[in-house]
Every structure is written in C-alpha cells, then in structure tokens.
Nanobody, 111 residues
C-alpha cells in the first residue's frame, strides 16, 4: 500500500535544528516530484520546499539558506533539514507526493 509517514518533529529552541523524514513506500522514487508543505496555526498551507524528478529544487523565500530538502532512494525517504529555526517556523509539516499526503509532524520553535 502506498503511504507517506513523517517523523522528526518536536520542540526546539530558536536557532536550533531539526531533521524531518518522510518514509515514502511504493514510488518510483527518483522520477517523482516530492514536496514538504507546512501549515502554521491560523494560516494557509504553504509549500516549503520541492525536489523534482530531475533533481531541481524550489523553496519558499522564508526558508532560503536555512532548510534543505533531500531524498534517499535506497531508504525511500524524503528529508528536510531545518537549521536556524525561528518561532515563525512553528507549524505542522506535511510530506506530499502527487495526490498523497502524510498525516503531518508538528514542529514547535519556542524558548
């Protein structure tokens, strides 16, 4: 069964780092566009970062230079390395591939 399962969220202080991981079984991994989205409290869902089948990346201006998306076809994971986290990064983060979405993992940035 095709599914997406996120992990790695939690509470972190401003300036800290977290690494999110999405286990994505059932895909032709390296040919598929894969996204991380997030939804902050009271705000709309936004695209955080994307990696295409060809390896190109696209990211939100708000995370430029701080977040990095990567994928590991052998492990079938899509990762999001988040550095220098800010309170405004607090959100539920979702892995998305085509029509499929994970259930999300909560990231809270607070002192």
């Amino acid at each position: 069964q095709v599914q997406l399962v996120e992990s790695g969220g939690g509470l972190v202080q401003p300036g800290g780092s977290l690494r999110l991981s999405c286990l994505a079984s059932g895909f032709v991994f390296n040919l598929t566009t894969m996204d991380w989205h997030r939804q902050a409290p009271g705000k709309e869902l936004e695209l955080v970062e994307r990696v295409t089948g060809g390896g190109s990346t696209k990211y939100a201006d708000s995370v430029s230079g701080r977040f990095t998306i990567s994928r590991d076809a052998a492990k079938m994971t899509l990762d999001l390395q988040m550095n220098d986290l800010k309170p405004e990064d607090t959100a539920v983060y979702y892995c998305n591939i085509g029509p499929l979405w994970g259930k999300g993992t909560l990231v809270t940035v607070s002192s």
